[in-house]
């Protein structure tokens, strides 16, 4: 199956620094990319839809200048965390759509932890 | 986007079979049907979608009455390693951001 791969699966930053977190789908292009958030024992909750070749779309209460996202490429997005804070400290998702077929496929999730 | 509703928790044994339901009442005309399953500290893997009436893959079942208010995802004689977290979406094929709901958490025990 398709196959979206995150880096870095984990990363420890200090308060006040920013964090880039990649999202690549690796066998498939995908002009549409989504970012989700998930603390422990929570479900998943959508931040951002990253479109390719523009701007990304925020959900309603995510800081998109906090939170900045880059689609520069079919099989790339980025999710910058800015001046990142001890409660931006999470489980970051990205996901991307095969629009081929349809589907809808997860990455591994990238460990944020902020000190 | 359709919300659904979820049971929080459910409790099993090796070799059982697994029913959870999840209703949408507000499903609309195009919308799809698709089940997650999630471990700790990793993405969703999907595990089935459907459309109406009955859907079957190598892992699991999945059966929609006629009005489609509602699932069930049938996880036959699970094993331990089916312990997870279980979402169920609703969405325009191909074309809705995927808004997940509470999800069932499984426990699978010997």
């Known amino acids: 199956g398709a196959v979206v791969s995150q880096h870095p699966s984990r990363v420890i930053c200090k308060s006040g620094t920013s964090v880039k977190i990649e999202c690549r789908s690796l066998?498939?292009?995908?002009?549409?990319m989504f970012w989700y958030r998930q603390f422990p024992k929570q479900s998943l909750m959508l931040m951002a839809t990253s479109n390719e070749g523009s701007k990304a779309t925020y959900e309603q209460g995510v800081e998109k200048d906090k939170f900045l996202i880059n689609h520069a490429s079919l099989t790339l997005s980025t999710l910058t965390v800015t001046s990142a804070h001890p409660e931006d400290s999470s489980f970051y998702i990205c996901s991307a759509r095969d629009e081929r077929i349809g589907e809808q496929y997860f990455g591994p999730g990238t460990r944020l932890t902020v000190t | 986007l359709a919300k659904t509703t979820q049971p929080i928790s459910m409790d099993s044994y090796e070799g059982q079979e697994v029913n959870i339901t999840c209703s949408h009442n507000n499903i609309a005309t195009n919308d799809y049907i698709t089940w997650y399953q999630q471990f700790p500290s990793q993405g969703p893997r999907f595990i089935i979608q459907?459309?109406?009436t009955k859907v079957t893959n190598e892992v699991a079942s999945l059966f929609i009455p006629a009005d489609r208010k509602s699932s069930t995802l049938s996880l036959p004689r699970v094993s331990l390693s089916d312990t997870a977290v279980y979402y169920c979406l609703v969405g325009t094929y191909n074309t809705d951001k995927l808004i997940f709901g509470t999800g069932t958490r499984l426990q699978v025990f010997p």
């Open positions: 459907g459309y109406k």
């Open positions: 066998d498939f292009q995908a002009t549409t």
